[in-house]
Structure formats: C-alpha cells, structure tokens
C-alpha cells in the first residue's frame, strides 16, 4: 500500500503523491474492555475493507494483548514518510501505547499484514524509571529513525506533558526528548513541521482526574487543560505557550497542514466545540485564532442545560483543501472547506447518532442550526449507538471511516448502551469535487458481534500510512 521505487524508503514523497497511493484494503482497529463487562485483554482487529473481497466488513483476524485493561487507544508506525528518503526503513512495526497501563506494545505487521503479532513490550516501569512518565498517548516516527511518544501523566496519576523515544531499531526505550524541566502540565497530542523548527503539543487532563469519567468540578480545579505548547524542534526547547482560554479547553487532536512548507494548521477544542488555527506570525513567533465554533444546544433532560458538540477528532485531507471533524455528543461529522484558511465554511455534515435523536430523552429547547432533532440511524439492520469519534480518511479523499468509541470510561458515561451493544465502524462517502457527506448504507462493521463480547473500537490506521500518522520533511 505504499509507493513503490527503487531506493526510495516508506511511504509516499509527498502528500500530493500520497493520494494517488493504492486503495485502503485493511485496517487496523484497537479493541478496548476495560470498562466493559468482558474481563478479557484488549485487542488489535484487522478488518477487511476491499469492496471486492468475500470478507468485506468482516474482522479477519484478532491479535490479543498479553495484559487486561490495557486500554489501547492510538497507535503509528515505526518509519513512515518522514523516512522516504532512507531505503534502510521499512514500514512494518505498528507501535501501540496502552493509556491505562502505559505499556507500549510494539506489533509485527510486516511478515504478514493480515495477522499481526507482537514483536516487542516496553514495560511501564522503563516509562516510569527512565523517563518519569506515564499515560502514552500519540505516536509519531521521525526522519531520525527514532520514535517519539508523547504522555499524559506522570507515574502517580498526576498530568505531565513529556515525550518519550524508542530506538527504531531496538525498540528500547531511549529516554525523554524534552529538556530536563521542560515538561508541561499536560499532555496529549503533537504533530512536528521540521521547515520551521517546530513542534506544537496540546493538552487533555491529569490521568487520575479523567480515567473515570468526567467530572465538571474538575475542570473548574484545573486538572484540565486549554493550552497549545510550541518547542524548538532541533533543540527540544519549550519556547511559548498559547492559552486559548475558556474557548479552547481541552485541546486534543491538532493537525499541522500536511505541506512540509505550511506554517499553519489546526486544533480541535472538545469542551466547548471550537476549532483554532494556529500560525506563524511576521515576527517568528506563534498565535492562534478561533476559526469555527459550533453552538451549544439548550435542552433538557441532560445533565446540564446547554449541551455543546464535543469536538473529539479533526483530520485534514492530503491535499489540505477540507478540514473534517467529529461532534461526539450532538452525533455528527462535518466537513469544512479550508482553501481560505481563515475562513473555513461547511459543506458537508452527517448525523450518525448522538444524544439528541429525536426519539430519546433528551429535549432541544434552542437550536439555531437545526430546525428539529435528528432521526435515529439504522445501517444495515443495526441502529447505530453512541456517536461519531475517531475519523480516518481514505488516501484519495473519497472515503471517511468512522468509529463510535472515544475513551472506556467516557464512553460508560455518556453512552452506556456501548457497552452492553459495542461500538461500530462506518464509512462515508466524500464529494470531494463540491464538498457533501453521505453514509454508506452498505458498509458496517459491528463490534458488538465480537466472539469474546461486545467491544469498543477505537482508532482506524493503513498499513500503508495515512492523513494522521505521516508527516512529510
């Protein structure tokens, strides 16, 4: 599923060239239980998404971890396109933090891509001695050879926005990428821009606040984050903090522009449904705008009176023409037209559950986008529970995947039919010409059909790479 070229290394030499890459055949998904009522390990599925194939939509194989309530949550690779250039580097390792129990297993997908096994474990407590760390969250490769982690936590729960590297090679854990004191008060996602020296990471929560559930007097305690946190790339120096305020709380998923020369992209804010561009400015230095707000609904029958979108994922098309994003408590996914990067407009949205279905407790008093509440979705015989979350987009841009799971406990919560039916993967069709969504009614992945129980899957990733794990030098 990557290029192919004599002395060329993984992945693709740009995005452009990227998208002209093959069609997605399989995928692969982490499987959580933690939370669950099945006392079983978490497991990576690989699924079959080759309209062509007798398995299409069917789980084709199940690789269980060694652990329970690990909860897999991300994953990324071990070379990608950052490494094109390098002819030694294969694509054949896909790295998987556990958030919970901060082990990172390290899986073998290169001998045979349809039935991934387990290549290497780092233990938590070589998190917990060398680095200080815990609570991996995103992983990225680099252009060095290494691999780079970033984390929530610290080893008692507390939150700590460090980096941890892995030899490429080995598998070892090498130590900390930040300075000695550079680490912030929280952490969660990153995404580096070698052109411009620059690394910008953001911010969820304290692990021990969150791991639970979520609950509001925490954030007003400040065991939450709202800030994006820029470092020198080459010297792994802390240099700015920008603090979106109120507007940006909980900063999770953030997208640079995938041009290696872009000196600007975007953030996705859950609390309160935001979306900022951040940017280069005149004099050298950083800054961030609010580009999208989607208005909170007043209701009832909820816990609060007002019920924002939750912006829970953000990808960016290979071509960076449109900005998707998933609103994971009113249900939909939207999709926006970047061209004029400060002016983003929707042109195409889908409800696919969520928690104001028309035909549940929850009551829309005020809407100033929608005229009545949205039906319930029944795909292929199954009605779809818990709501939109983590995206993946097809190379080409004609495909969105989506799962419905965000985080065990967060899914407890706010969705506890998840737990006793699971979670599913659907796909969207993109008009990539005009902009426009629409779900394919043929498509479905159920998890809640798993032979071990009902399971929440998570995140979606290519073996050949894909919109969020390659970044281009």
């Not at 396109?81 to 919970?100: A, E």
């Not at 073998?108 to 001695?129: C, L, N, Q, S």
């Not at 696919?352 to 949205?374: A, M, R, T």
């Not at 319930?376 to 995947?401: F, T, W």
Request: glycine share 10%; net charge negative.
């Amino acid at each position: 599923m990557a290029s192919k070229c004599s002395g060329c290394g993984p992945g693709y030499k740009s995005p452009l060239d990227a998208m002209k890459g093959p069609r997605e055949e399989i995928v692969y998904v982490p499987c959580i239980y933690r939370n669950t009522e099945v006392r079983k390990p978490d497991y990576l599925a690989t699924v079959n998404v080759d309209p062509k194939s007798p398995n299409y939509c069917k789980v084709i194989h199940r690789l269980p971890m060694p652990n329970v309530n690990d909860e897999l949550h991300h994953s990324g690779w071990n070379a990608c396109s950052s490494c094109f250039d390098d002819p030694s580097k294969k694509r054949n390792r896909l790295i998987l933090p556990s958030l919970i129990s901060s082990r990172v297993y390290v899986i073998d997908v290169g001998t045979d891509p349809h039935a991934p096994r387990i290549h290497k474990t780092v233990e938590p407590v070589d998190m917990f001695w060398k680095c200080d760390l815990a609570n991996p969250h995103t992983s990225h490769c680099l252009g060095s050879g290494q691999i780079m982690i970033s984390t929530l936590g610290d080893p008692s729960g507390n939150g700590k926005g460090g980096f941890v590297l892995l030899d490429g090679e080995t598998f070892e854990l090498v130590g900390n990428w930040e300075l000695p004191g550079e680490a912030r008060p929280f952490g969660y996602d990153f995404w580096y821009q070698p052109r411009h020296n620059v690394m910008i990471s953001t911010e969820w929560g304290a692990p021990k606040r969150l791991a639970n559930g979520f609950n509001p007097a925490d954030l007003e305690a400040g065991h939450y984050g709202q800030c994006l946190h820029v470092w020198d790339w080459n010297t792994h120096k802390h240099i700015q903090t920008l603090d979106l305020g109120e507007e940006g709380a909980i900063p999770l998923e953030i997208r640079f522009l995938h041009d290696p020369a872009a000196a600007e992209g975007y953030v996705g804010c859950a609390l309160q449904g935001t979306v900022f561009r951040f940017y280069k400015t005149q004099k050298g230095d950083w800054a961030a705008e609010r580009v999208i707000k989607v208005p909170v609904k007043k209701v009832e029958g909820w816990i609060l009176p007002e019920m924002s979108g939750l912006i829970t994922d953000i990808l960016i098309s290979l071509d960076d023409r449109f900005l998707y994003f998933s609103n994971w408590l009113h249900g939909d996914v939207r999709q926006y037209d970047i061209t004029d990067r400060r002016n983003p407009h929707m042109v195409g949205q889908v409800f696919l559950g969520g928690s104001i279905q028309n035909d549940g407790p929850v009551k829309v008093l005020e809407d100033s986008e929608l005229d009545s509440q949205p039906s319930p979705r029944i795909v292929k015989g199954k009605r779809i529970k818990g709501s939109p979350q983590m995206l993946q987009l097809s190379l080409d841009g004609k495909r969105l995947y989506v799962t419905t799971s965000l985080y065990s406990a967060w899914d407890k919560q706010f969705y506890p039919e998840l737990i006793k039916y699971g979670s599913v993967m659907m796909q969207i069709d993109v008009d990539t010409v005009k902009g426009g969504l629409r779900l394919n009614e043929n498509f479905l992945v159920d998890f809640g059909a798993e032979p071990e129980g009902p399971a929440l899957a998570h995140e979606v990733r290519y073996p050949g790479g894909d919109c969020t794990s390659d970044i281009w030098l």
